[in-house]
């Protein structure tokens, strides 16, 4: 992938697998999230990108979730600027989301789906 279309809203090492050092992130999806963040006008600040399957969070899990198909991340994000980012997110194609805006470690889950998940799904964590 030629990670400089993205420069420099969004570089391949804050979406490395922070288990493996893997990156594999979809054209697909980083093209809607960069549209995204034009329009949201504001840095987005990735804390979780692509994972490899053997990423102690996804080897627990009984299937593979979707970051590890490279078709989402998750942005650190609250309140106001989560409500206003995840608008935006929607008209941009974003099918999958996840919301965490509880305590602390609060972010938005933003995905396109593949590898047979239900899509569109939104979630809670």
Same mark, same amino acid.
């Given at each position: 992938?030629?990670?400089?279309?993205?420069?420099?809203?969004?570089?391949?090492?804050?979406?490395?697998?922070?288990?493996?050092?893997?990156?594999?992130?979809?054209?697909?999806?980083?093209?809607?999230?960069?549209?995204?963040?034009?329009?949201?006008?504001?840095?987005?600040?990735?804390?979780?990108?692509?994972?490899?399957?053997?990423?102690?969070?996804?080897?627990?899990?009984?299937?593979?979730?979707?970051?590890?198909?490279? =078709?989402?991340?998750? @942005?650190?994000?609250? #309140? $106001?600027?989560?409500?206003?980012? !995840?608008? %935006?997110?929607?008209?941009?194609?974003? =099918?999958?989301?996840? @919301?965490?805006?509880? #305590? $602390?470690?609060?972010?938005?889950? !933003?995905? %396109?789906?593949?590898?047979?998940?239900?899509?569109?799904?939104?979630?809670?964590?």
């Amino acid at each position: 992938m030629d990670w400089a279309k993205y420069a420099p809203y969004f570089t391949e090492a804050e979406f490395r697998c922070r288990h493996t050092g893997k990156c594999a992130m979809k054209p697909e999806f980083m093209d809607k999230l960069l549209a995204i963040r034009l329009e949201y006008g504001k840095p987005l600040k990735i804390s979780s990108g692509y994972r490899d399957r053997t990423h102690p969070i996804e080897a627990v899990k009984r299937s593979t979730g979707e970051h590890t198909l490279g =078709t989402c991340c998750d @942005v650190a994000v609250q #309140g $106001e600027d989560a409500v206003r980012l !995840l608008e %935006i997110a929607l008209r941009h194609g974003i =099918t999958r989301v996840g @919301v965490q805006q509880k #305590g $602390e470690g609060r972010f938005l889950h !933003l995905g %396109i789906g593949g590898g047979g998940l239900p899509n569109p799904a939104i979630w809670n964590y």
